[in-house]
């Protein structure tokens, strides 16, 4: 039984007659269909996987294809360049889907290049300092027992040990080794506000792990005026925000970009996001990994003094 389709006879792959052929061999034969004809073919032939008709059309339909001048093939080769030239890599001038070797070596060695730039600026700076604080912990409430702050030529503007009105666990103290006796007769972080904005005072401030210790310095401000002033605040989400008192403050200063970011671009210690997207630009399908401290003595005014250090060995040439 033969299968109709819009009036048509319908051929499996391989049954169509040798005279009736499809529109792709016809271009492999060179010839193409006469005006009129597009619309009037002569059978389909019923193609897989996508289970489409394609119609198939008789010689006679067609004419011969001629052959190209040699102003169709200049303007034919001219297309295909600016085709390329569109969609090909500007690294390695090919077309490639997501990044290519070239590419990424080209990132890091920019980002190198900027963060050994924004180590010679700090560094160059008589106003640049570098902050630093020992805690009870790296949660959230953590308390600050310890802060720093020396000039990059290696003034001590401030060295103190904080009392933080609560025990220091014992797993903090096998870190850094400050122990409740050692900060029981120290100053609390209000009797330092003072001393302490006056260190930072004008000064550009670098630390290592900006975020952590930023919030460590929101904590104790909320505490300090919180006891002086009422914070007026509405509650954002359930959760009150710390006191505008304590955000002023921070505001504020001038606070660098992250050494510990910036190093860790220096370094150029790419790890991948395997859940990125390939058609992603590079940068957001993976980020540099951060790099602890070398030399750190987990006390704070030596890890000042690694942080300039680090400064000064990213001033090198890359």
């Given at each position: ?178 122990t409740d006796h050692m900060v029981q007769a120290a100053p609390n972080f209000s009797d330092l506000l003072?001393?302490?904005t006056e260190a930072l005072h004008g000064r550009k401030v670098v630390i290592y792990n900006q975020q ?107």
């Amino acid at each position: 039984m033969t299968v109709i389709y819009q009036e048509l006879p319908v051929y499996s792959t391989g049954s169509a007659p040798a005279e009736l052929l499809t529109r792709a061999q016809l271009g492999a034969a060179r010839r193409r269909l006469r005006p009129g004809q597009k619309s009037r073919p002569r059978a389909w032939l019923y193609c897989m996987p996508r289970h489409h008709h394609a119609p198939l059309y008789a010689l006679e339909q067609t004419t011969a294809q001629p052959e190209p001048t040699s102003a169709q093939l200049a303007a034919l080769t001219a297309g295909r360049q600016s085709w390329w030239k569109q969609r090909a890599c500007a690294h390695c001038d090919e077309i490639h889907k997501g990044w290519c070797d070239q590419e990424m070596f080209a990132m890091l060695r920019q980002d190198r290049e900027a963060a050994s730039e924004w180590a010679r600026r700090v560094i160059g700076d008589p106003t640049s300092v570098v902050l630093d604080t020992e805690t009870t912990g790296l949660h959230d409430g953590a308390r600050i027992v310890e802060i720093a702050v020396l000039g990059v030529d290696g003034e001590v503007l401030l060295d103190s040990l904080v009392n933080p009105g609560v025990p220091i666990p014992a797993e903090a103290t096998r870190i850094h080794g400050i122990t409740d006796h050692m900060v029981q007769a120290a100053p609390n972080f209000s009797d330092l506000l003072v001393p302490l904005t006056e260190a930072l005072h004008g000064r550009k401030v670098v630390i290592y792990n900006q975020q952590f210790d930023k919030r460590r310095l929101a904590v104790e401000l909320h505490r300090h005026y919180r006891t002086r002033f009422v914070n007026l605040e509405k509650p954002r989400c359930g959760r009150r925000r710390i006191h505008p008192a304590a955000r002023a403050w921070l505001a504020a200063q001038s606070w660098e970009a992250c050494a510990m970011e910036s190093y860790a671009e220096w370094c150029g210690d790419w790890t991948w996001d395997y859940e990125a997207r390939d058609d992603e630009p590079l940068y957001r399908q993976g980020d540099y990994k951060w790099q602890p401290l070398p030399s750190a003595g987990h006390r704070a005014a030596d890890d000042c003094r690694a942080v300039i250090h680090v400064l000064k060995e990213m001033t090198g040439s890359a």
